[in-house]
Each structure stands twice: as C-alpha cells, then as structure tokens.
C-alpha cells in the first residue's frame, strides 16, 4: 500500500512540474514575441550627382524651416556617415500611435557656423515604431 501510494505522488508530482514548465515556455515565447521594432528616419545625404555626402547634419523639426524666419527648435539631428547616410533614432522622442508630420534639412559645418545646404526638404509622417528610408538632396 505504501508503494502504491508514494508511487501515485511521484507520478503527480512529476506531471505537475511538466505542467509548469509548459506554462514557463508559453510565456517566454510570448514575451518574445511583443518585442518592438525602433523607430528610425534613415537619411540618406546625396548631391545632385547622386554621390553620398559625409559629415552632412541632418536636423528634423516640428516646422517647416525658411529663409523669413529664424530657425525652429531642433528636435533631433544626426550626421551622415561615410555612406552618406544619417539616422534618427527615435525611439524614445516618439512614443504615440498617432503619426505626425515632422520636417528635415540638412547643414554643412563651415568653421564655427553652420550653413543650409538643403535642395529638397523631406516632410515625414511617421509613428511609434516605424522606420522609413528617404533622401535629402544638398548643394
């Protein structure tokens, strides 16, 4: 009888404990698979020949930069590589569903200041969690 008995609470032990780890596995799965993505503007700095531009600063704003008026608040700005390309995390600036306009222009550093060497002046509607790829095209 005793056999019988610690047998049956062996038995369920050991399906309680496969039960449980069942149960560990579905959650790790699950909490692997709601990760994000990042939210990134890829930049890519060419002149009108289509050659990539280094050491371009690329600036985005929530409006849109002229001539007439003094420059907006800069809410992010990278400077383009080797490749001519420049990136904007921003994950952590942009934390809504919602999308929303935002606009980029691009600078070249001579001495100490900065100069506007825009030719195109992307407009961007972008999201948590979105990534997009565009151009900016520079004198």
Request: some cysteine; overall charge neutral.
């Amino acid at each position: 009888m005793k056999k019988l008995f610690y047998s049956l609470a062996l038995f369920s032990l050991l399906v309680s404990c496969r039960s449980e780890c069942t149960e560990e596995s579905s959650s790790t799965e699950t909490e692997t698979s709601t990760q994000t993505s990042p939210t990134l503007v890829k930049m890519n700095v060419l002149n009108s020949q289509s050659v990539a531009q280094k050491d371009v600063v690329v600036m985005m704003f929530k409006t849109k930069v002229t001539s007439a008026s003094n420059l907006p608040t800069i809410e992010k700005q990278a400077t383009s590589d080797a490749n001519g390309l420049a990136t904007l995390d921003l994950s952590s600036y942009i934390t809504s569903n919602i999308a929303a306009t935002y606009y980029f222009e691009a600078f070249k550093k001579e001495g100490n200041n900065l100069v506007w060497v825009s030719k195109t002046h992307p407009e961007i509607s972008i999201k948590k969690n979105q990534q997009v790829t565009t151009s900016i095209i520079v004198n």
